[in-house]
Every structure is written in C-alpha cells, then in structure tokens.
C-alpha cells in the first residue's frame, strides 16, 4: 500500500473500517506521514477537491467535520453498511492496473502459519435484513430467550444495545452502535432500548424501525415509524402469538 500510494500520489485513499482495514489503515497512514480520519460516517468533497470527513466526536455527543489540508493523500476509514450502495451500473468501467509487489522473507516479521476461520452458524447482524434488537429494558440474559423466538418468527436475527452487552447477556459481536456495529436491515425491532444517540448512529439507516418502550418520552420513538408504548414482556408473546397466526 505505501509502495502504490508513493508512486501514484493519490488524493484520497479510502479504507473499510473492518477489522483488517482499521489495523492497516493508519499503519500506512503513519508511514505515508500523513493523517487519518477513522469510522466516518460521510465523507463529501469540498472546495479544492478537500475531503471533509464526517464522524461523531465527545463519545457520539457532536458530529465532527474534520479535513486534512496540509499533507496528502487525504485517508479516511468507513464502516461496512454506513453508507447505502449503489445499484450496479454494468456501464461504469474503471481501469484495472495489476501491479507487481515483492515480499522477502527480511521484510515478513509475521509468519501465516494456518488460517482457522471461525464458524458463524447464524448470519452477522450486519447481513440481517429482519433484527430483534434487545436492550437493558429486556432485563436479563434469559429474557433475551423471547426476542430469539421472535426473531425464529420471522427469519430475523437477535442484536442488542450496550447496555444489554455490558451486562453479559449477549456477545459483543451483536451489538449496534458507535462502538460495535452499523446496521440497515429492512426491519429494525428496538425492545427495552432508549435510543441513546450512540445507539441510534448505529441503526437509524434502517428501512422500518419498530420501537417498543415502556416511557413514551423514550428518545428511541424519534427514529421510530412505529412505536408501541408497554411493557416488551407483554407486547413480545402476544406479537409472537400474532406472527405465528399469520
Ligand atoms: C463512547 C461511547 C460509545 C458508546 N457506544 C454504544 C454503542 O455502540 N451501542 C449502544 O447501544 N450504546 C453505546 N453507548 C452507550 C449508550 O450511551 C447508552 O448507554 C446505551 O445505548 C443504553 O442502552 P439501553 O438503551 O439498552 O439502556 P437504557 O438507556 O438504560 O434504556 C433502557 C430502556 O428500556 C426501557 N424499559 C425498561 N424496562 C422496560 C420494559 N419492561 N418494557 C419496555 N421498555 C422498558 C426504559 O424505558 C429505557 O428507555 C456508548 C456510550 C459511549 C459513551
């Protein structure tokens, strides 16, 4: 990456923020003497062909705007599902230029010996296009049981907020938010979450959000279509009941 970025003099140069790329991203950043805005969440150009780079700042508080004017090229980092794709456009062409990198064995420091995939039986929250999404109101890990069947209900997959991964009741891998990850499922299901903002810059690009909450001041019904106020012990079994009916 250096090499080409050397040699070509880009203007941007764009990463995903998975975990690959947030490990590479600002190795070469650093090496290129150059700066990096991580997990944006939109990116425009400005005048001079300036990249603003858009991410929340002050633990999700402000939205921060951030440009790089002095040192080229301009790097940012962007979180799968942040941005909505395009559709495919089979007339858009680009040049594709294969270029010859060499590796020694002087400069390879780390040795791939094997490479174990993990198995996910289920998809990833980010591939869901129905999510059931738990928080602190759920209560405990054995309440999160209900959301799992409603998310058997409906071909859907369980996620949760912090709250609900900070208590142990689900793994880091399902949370949605600022620190874990972005989500745009067709239907979002938010029980027992408050809508926290850190929370909702995760999944407010949904296509359907459906919010259940007990306290109708709940920030959570301002990104809601749907919003039903009650207890999610109540409302779950009987729009189970209902689902399975249908
Ligand atoms: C730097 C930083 C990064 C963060 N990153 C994330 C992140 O990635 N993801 C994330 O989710 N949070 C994140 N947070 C935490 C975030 O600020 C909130 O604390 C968190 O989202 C709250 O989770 P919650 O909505 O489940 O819990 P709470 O805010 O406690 O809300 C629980 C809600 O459940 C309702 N409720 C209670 N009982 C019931 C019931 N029986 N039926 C129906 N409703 C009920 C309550 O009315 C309340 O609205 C981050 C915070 C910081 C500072």
Same mark, same amino acid.
């Given at each position: 990456?250096?090499?080409?970025?050397?040699?070509?003099?880009?203007?941007?140069?764009?990463?995903?923020?998975?975990?690959?790329?947030?490990?590479?991203?600002?190795?070469?950043?650093?090496?290129?003497?150059?700066?990096?805005?991580?997990?944006?969440?939109?990116?425009?150009?400005?005048?001079?062909?300036?990249?603003?780079?858009?991410?929340?700042?002050?633990?999700?508080?402000?939205?921060?705007?951030?440009?790089?004017?002095?040192?080229?090229?301009?790097?940012?980092?962007?979180?799968?599902?942040?941005?909505?794709?395009?559709?495919?456009?089979?007339?858009?062409?680009?040049?594709?230029?294969?270029?010859?990198?060499?590796?020694? *064995?002087?400069?390879?420091?780390?040795? &791939?010996?094997? =490479?174990? !995939?993990?198995?996910? @039986?289920?998809?990833?929250?980010?591939? /869901?296009?129905?999510?059931?999404?738990?928080?602190?109101?759920?209560?405990?890990?054995?309440?999160?049981?209900?959301?799992?069947?409603?998310?058997?209900?409906?071909?859907?997959?369980?996620?949760?907020?912090?709250?609900?991964?900070?208590?142990?009741?689900?793994?880091?891998?399902?949370?949605?938010?600022?620190?874990?990850?972005?989500?745009?499922?067709?239907?979002?299901?938010?029980?027992?979450?408050?809508?926290?903002?850190?929370?909702?810059?995760?999944?407010?690009?949904?296509?359907?959000?459906?919010?259940?909450?007990?306290?109708?001041?709940?920030?959570?019904? *301002?990104?809601?279509?749907?919003?039903? &106020?009650?207890? =999610?012990? !109540?409302?779950?079994? @009987?729009?189970?009941?209902?689902?399975? /009916?249908?």
């Amino acid at each position: 990456m250096v090499k080409i970025i050397n040699n070509n003099n880009p203007e941007i140069v764009l990463i995903g923020a998975t975990s690959i790329g947030r490990d590479l991203g600002p190795r070469v950043s650093a090496r290129v003497k150059t700066g990096l805005t991580a997990d944006c969440t939109s990116l425009e150009i400005g005048e001079d062909n300036e990249l603003l780079m858009t991410r929340p700042a002050f633990g999700g508080n402000i939205m921060a705007t951030i440009v790089c004017p002095n040192h080229r090229p301009q790097m940012s980092t962007v979180r799968p599902g942040v941005m909505e794709s395009k559709l495919k456009d089979e007339k858009r062409i680009g040049e594709i230029e294969i270029l010859k990198v060499e590796f020694t *064995d002087e400069i390879n420091k780390i040795k &791939v010996i094997e =490479v174990v !995939k993990k198995e996910r @039986e289920e998809k990833g929250i980010d591939e /869901a296009s129905i999510l059931v999404s738990g928080g602190r109101g759920v209560g405990s890990k054995e309440n999160f049981d209900i959301l799992m069947e409603l998310a058997d209900s409906l071909d859907g997959t369980v996620s949760a907020s912090r709250a609900a991964v900070d208590a142990g009741w689900i793994e880091h891998l399902k949370q949605v938010g600022q620190t874990g990850t972005t989500v745009r499922p067709n239907v979002y299901i938010a029980c027992g979450i408050s809508g926290a903002i850190q929370h909702v810059a995760g999944m407010e690009g949904s296509e359907y959000i459906v919010a259940i909450n007990k306290d109708s001041e709940a920030p959570i019904f *301002d990104v809601a279509d749907l919003g039903i &106020v009650g207890d =999610v012990h !109540k409302v779950l079994p @009987e729009l189970i009941k209902q689902i399975k /009916a249908i």
